[in-house]
């Protein structure tokens, strides 16, 4: 995907963005410095979902698709798309009209790679990097993760929804959830601690009830 933009620079697309349709159908496009995802969703149903990193030079973004749930062949390619950015506003090319959500200013706001996690013996153990990969995104008020691997285009699942950070907790609630859509609109709480402004310690029960302790380094 690119896009070309008029005088703007890359920090306008960070954050979260959202197309409403009559129908109920939820376009999101949420952006860190480099890196965004799109997903489609209804209540309890998930459509679609594709990402991967972005780049801004002399007024054209530049997107190289990491992962596509619909269309793997896409994966690994590059396009352009124009775009044009006003307040509170974001409209690409032959896509539509997305309304700004949250600027994605926030400390915990980044792109996560899983790095550390908690095994059945208590320890926690590093995780070796490779071509597959969990990724997670916070912009400031909306969170996705999705498990891929951009050299076999391996598409392996995402969820998503919005988040809360109050009182030293992280309360998300999901929203789309590609492989259990039961489980759209439970909430999760967790304690969570930013290491060095860059590793998020993440520790509490998972959407299926298990114990979870999990560490996530920025990617950027």
Not at 108 to 114: D, E, G, L
């Amino acid at each position: 995907m690119s896009l070309l933009l008029a005088s703007h620079s890359f920090a306008q697309l960070k954050g979260a963005w959202q197309i409403k349709d009559d129908d109920g159908t939820i376009t999101s496009l949420i952006c860190s410095e480099n890196y965004l995802m799109v997903t489609r969703y209804k209540e309890k149903q998930f459509l679609y979902t594709e990402g991967g990193t972005y780049s801004v030079s002399q007024g054209v973004v530049t997107y190289k698709s990491e992962f596509n749930s619909a269309d793997t062949a896409r994966v690994g390619t590059t396009g352009k798309y124009k775009i044009t950015v006003g307040k509170g506003k974001l409209s690409v090319e032959n896509i539509g009209e997305f309304q700004q959500v949250d600027e994605g200013n926030t400390p915990a706001s980044a792109t996560y790679r899983i790095t550390g996690r908690m095994g059945t013996d208590g320890n926690i153990s590093p995780m070796q990097r490779g071509p597959r990969k969990t990724l997670k995104m916070l912009t400031g008020t909306r969170f996705q993760w999705a498990a891929i691997n951009p050299e076999t285009k391996q598409f392996s699942g995402t969820g998503g929804g919005s988040y809360v950070i109050k009182d030293g907790k992280y309360t998300e609630t999901i929203e789309f959830f590609s492989r259990d859509n039961s489980r759209v609109g439970a909430s999760l709480t967790f304690d969570y601690e930013l290491k060095d402004g860059k590793d998020w310690h993440h520790s509490g029960l998972s959407s299926a009830g298990a114990k979870i302790y999990e560490i996530w380094s920025k990617e950027q």
